[in-house]
């Protein structure tokens, strides 16, 4: 049976690759996928390992239902490139970072999150990166979360393919 590793990535792990993990691991037991899909998240800095996630992003995703607070921050690694199929990421400035370490034949497994927003969703239209809520309120929270609930029901789609026995 096939399965495909996920791992979301953002600069300290705390605020935005943890929501997507939230919200991707609630899709994708939503569409009984939970056997051929996992997900985990990691962030390119070191700041906040073995930290929960931002108290407001928690806050935010506990609001529409998601779990955050067993999550713990933890800092992308070299194995990482083998062990996930595809590393995403949450703005341009990680993908450049996990570039600069990942083995050159594994680059094509770098991806940005907002790539996978289904095109019919004019809200996102051309937005490229998921908003950095750190320095901002409850708003920039629930802005990732609208992002990530988008892009996130886009990539089960296009993964659905390559599930198929």
Same mark, same amino acid.
């Given at each position: 049976?096939? +399965? %495909?590793? %996920? !791992?979301?990535? !953002?600069?300290?792990?705390?605020? $935005?690759?943890? +929501?997507?993990?939230?919200?991707?691991?609630?899709?994708? &037991?939503?569409?009984?996928? +939970?056997? $051929?899909? +996992?997900? &985990?998240?990691?962030?390119?800095?070191?700041?906040?390992? @073995?930290?929960?996630? =931002?108290? $407001?992003?928690?806050?935010?995703? #506990?609001?529409? @239902?998601?779990?955050?607070?067993?999550? $713990? @921050?933890? /800092?992308?690694?070299v194995p990482d490139f083998e062990r996930f199929d595809l590393l995403i990421a949450m =703005?341009d400035a990680n993908v450049a970072a996990l570039r600069r370490i990942c083995p050159p034949? /594994?680059?094509?497994? %770098?991806?940005?999150?907002?790539?996978?927003?289904?095109?019919? =969703?004019?809200?996102?239209? @051309?937005?490229?990166?998921?908003? =950095?809520?750190?320095?901002?309120?409850?708003?920039?929270?629930?802005?990732?979360? &609208?992002? !990530?609930?988008? #892009? !996130?029901?886009?990539?089960?789609? #296009?993964?659905?393919? /390559?599930?198929?026995?």
């Open positions: 049976m096939k +399965t %495909i590793s %996920i !791992c979301f990535v !953002c600069l300290g792990n705390i605020c $935005r690759s943890p +929501t997507a993990e939230g919200v991707m691991r609630h899709q994708v &037991d939503e569409a009984k996928l +939970t056997e $051929r899909i +996992t997900v &985990d998240s990691a962030g390119t800095g070191d700041w906040h390992i @073995g930290s929960a996630p =931002d108290e $407001r992003a928690q806050h935010a995703a #506990a609001q529409r @239902g998601y779990d955050l607070s067993g999550l $713990r @921050g933890r /800092q992308i690694a =703005d034949a /594994q680059h094509d497994k %770098i991806r940005l999150l907002m790539e996978f927003v289904p095109q019919a =969703d004019a809200r996102w239209a @051309g937005e490229r990166e998921v908003s =950095d809520p750190y320095f901002g309120g409850a708003a920039g929270f629930e802005q990732v979360l &609208d992002q !990530c609930e988008a #892009a !996130c029901r886009g990539l089960i789609a #296009a993964l659905h393919p /390559q599930l198929v026995y």
